[in-house]
């Protein structure tokens, strides 16, 4: 498998920020690692290995991108409007700086698909409804999409606000954006087994939004086995793979 080992000077976030390539050709996926973890953390938790077949056969490359979730929305000493702040300025770096490496590295010019777990389907979700002229698709395994449980009552400010999928969603009316999160491939997946109700109530709420707005989506629910961690994740990964890159 071809593998590199990057990093590239952010000016939004002043300072370096690793990045990791997996694969030689086809859709880039950018990748946002979980609550905490790095640039590494997809590969060193077998997620590389479970979508190898789909890299080697050249359809798919994985861009894992290092996170600032330390610093935003999981910060312990940050209000939540400098939290959300912070966030920005990330948002800014991974739209002006990240993709267009990536696209340099992946001789691409077409929208890419996001991934993440957890923490990270948070921000695989939110970055493509946020750009869906950069994104095309997502593959968002047990995420959390309200800001709620990082800033409780403060998601309310409009900063915040903006940044909570499971709300912003539901008052978006700009055809720009509906339109091309219509030409979307979204896959939205839960379990029910441990350690996923926290992020049950917002998969709902999202759904709901999703459908009310005639967006379409694939909101998948798996079974009370299924728990939020790594062993499912290395499941799910390749069988949605396998439906959208058959």
């Not at 000077?9 to 690692?33: D, E, T």
């Not at 991974?94 to 923490?119: D, F, Q, R």
């Not at 999409?145 to 499971?166: I, R």
Request: aromatic letters at 16%; hydrophobic letters at 40%; glycine letters at 6%.
């Amino acid at each position: 498998m071809h593998v590199e080992f990057l990093e590239h000077w952010s000016g939004h976030l002043n300072r370096q920020m690793p990045f990791n390539r997996y694969g030689y050709a086809g859709m880039p996926i950018v990748v946002f690692p979980s609550s905490g973890g790095s640039h590494n953390e997809y590969a060193d938790f077998g997620m590389i290995d479970a979508a190898r077949e789909y890299i080697d056969q050249g359809k798919v490359q994985f861009f894992t991108l290092s996170s600032m979730d330390s610093e935003s929305w999981l910060s312990t000493d940050r209000n939540a409007y400098y939290k959300a702040l912070t966030h920005d300025a990330y948002d800014r770096y991974v739209i002006h700086e990240a993709v267009p490496a990536i696209k340099h590295l992946a001789h691409w010019n077409e929208p890419m698909m996001t991934t993440g777990c957890s923490m990270g389907a948070f921000h695989a979700v939110n970055f493509l409804l946020q750009h869906p002229d950069v994104f095309q698709g997502t593959v968002a395994l047990s995420g959390i999409y309200d800001v709620e449980m990082f800033v409780g009552d403060a998601k309310h400010d409009p900063v915040v606000y903006l940044n909570s999928p499971a709300d912003y969603l539901w008052d978006l009316n700009d055809p720009w954006f509906l339109d091309r999160i219509r030409e979307a491939q979204i896959i939205i997946c839960t379990g029910h087994g441990a350690w996923e109700q926290d992020g049950l109530p917002s998969f709902y709420r999202l759904r709901d939004a999703f459908a009310a707005k005639q967006l379409p989506a694939w909101f998948d629910e798996w079974g009370t086995d299924v728990a939020h961690d790594w062993n499912w994740w290395r499941i799910q990964l390749p069988y949605f793979l396998g439906h959208l890159f058959h």
